[in-house]
């Protein structure tokens, strides 16, 4: 069920912008499945999009502390810092 959480978050997300209801799925994920490298990402784009940038930091730190290769991940949080 993580996986639709998950889903569910980034759809709120990219449809409606709710960043409160988005990020409750998404947490709800991680809940479920913590080393899901995935949903970390997700909710760092989101926070990324927010302007939430330590938060989004964190996100793909995350994500690349499960899987060290996720280029997906380590893309961002290079673009990220190099801002």
């Excluded at 997300?13 to 709800?28: F, G, H, P, V």
């Excluded at 938060?55 to 290769?69: F, K, R």
Aim: hydrophobic fraction near 40%.
């Amino acid at each position: 069920h993580s996986d639709a959480h998950a889903l569910l978050g980034r759809s709120i997300y990219e449809r409606d912008k709710d960043l409160i209801s988005a990020e409750a799925e998404l947490r709800m994920a991680l809940e479920l499945a913590p080393k899901n490298k995935w949903t970390h990402y997700h909710l760092g784009r989101i926070y990324e999009q927010e302007g939430q940038r330590e938060q989004a930091e964190q996100m793909y730190a995350g994500a690349l502390a499960i899987d060290p290769d996720f280029a997906a991940a380590k893309k961002q949080l290079e673009a990220l810092r190099a801002r």
